[in-house]
Nanobody, 118 residues
Framework: QVQLVESGGGLVQAGGSLRLSCLASGSTVSSYTMAWYRQAPGKQRELVARISTSGYAVYADSVKGRSTISRDNAKNTVSLQMNSLKSEDTGVYYC????????????WGQGTQVTVSS
């Protein structure tokens, strides 16, 4: 069982930066593909960025070039650095641990609100 807790959300002006963090407990996160999802009001949850167990990262087109996902297995954390924020980035951001490739399991954090003002 993996528990995920997000932090770092809040209100930020357009063009600013934000760093989201996800702390995992209950199990080592090194065996999981980690990802950040977000859900804007009235929209479906969407993938923002994903990082594999080997460190390979994939980004949604909307954030590519201005976002960086990283993981620190020793600290059991995954982070999302977002720069040049825009109003379209507003939403609840969720941390996800996906073990479908090996150990199994799929876990979600409670989410953290990100609001980008214009």
């Amino acid at each position: 069982q993996v528990q995920l807790v997000e932090s770092g959300g809040g209100l930020v002006q357009a063009g600013g930066s934000l760093r989201l963090s996800c702390l995992a407990s209950g199990s080592t996160v090194s065996s999981y593909t980690m990802a950040w999802y977000r859900q804007a009001p009235g929209k479906q949850r969407e993938l923002v960025a994903r990082i594999s167990t080997s460190g390979y990262a994939v980004y949604a087109d909307s954030v590519k070039g201005r976002s960086t996902i990283s993981r620190d297995n020793a600290k059991n954390t995954v982070s999302l650095q977002m720069n040049s924020l825009k109003s379209e980035d507003t939403g609840v951001y969720y941390c996800n641990a996906d073990g479908s490739w090996n150990v199994g399991g799929n876990y979600w954090g409670q989410g953290t609100q990100v609001t980008v003002s214009s």
